[in-house]
């Protein structure tokens, strides 16, 4: 088992950047897939980003391909989420998760583990 704690959110105006971050403790942190997703009111969650075990792979949701950026460090147990040009439809809570697939799943069916989840708000 693995718990994990985000941090980072905040209120950011449209274009700005903000990092969220991921610290995980428990079982070996490179044992699993990592994730970020993120749920807007009245929607379903979906996912955003997500790295592999090693962090060698990445993989991106259309919506934030080339704003965002998903990486990890497994010597300080800890997934960062660089979010650039937010725009108000970033608007959301992020959560952070871990799965324990061979490859990176896509939706949030895929993850065993979440954090509490973090509030962004882009404002227009």
């Known amino acids: 088992q693995v718990q994990l704690v985000e941090s980072g959110g905040g209120l950011v105006q449209a274009g700005g950047s903000l990092r969220l971050s991921c610290a995980a403790s428990?079982?070996?942190?490179?044992?699993?897939?990592m994730a970020w997703l993120r749920q807007a009111p009245g929607k379903e969650r979906e996912f955003v980003a997500g790295?592999?075990?090693?962090?060698?792979?990445?993989s991106y949701a259309d919506s934030v391909k080339g704003r965002f950026i998903i990486s990890r460090d497994n010597a300080k147990n800890t997934v960062w989420l660089q979010m650039n040009t937010l725009k108000s439809e970033d608007t959301a809570v992020y959560y952070c998760a871990a799965g324990t697939t061979l490859t990176v799943v896509p939706r949030a069916t895929g993850y065993t583990y979440w954090g509490q989840g973090t509030q962004v708000t882009v404002s227009s």
């Open positions: 790295i592999s075990r090693s962090g060698g792979t990445t």
């Open positions: 428990g079982r070996i942190f490179s044992a699993y897939v």
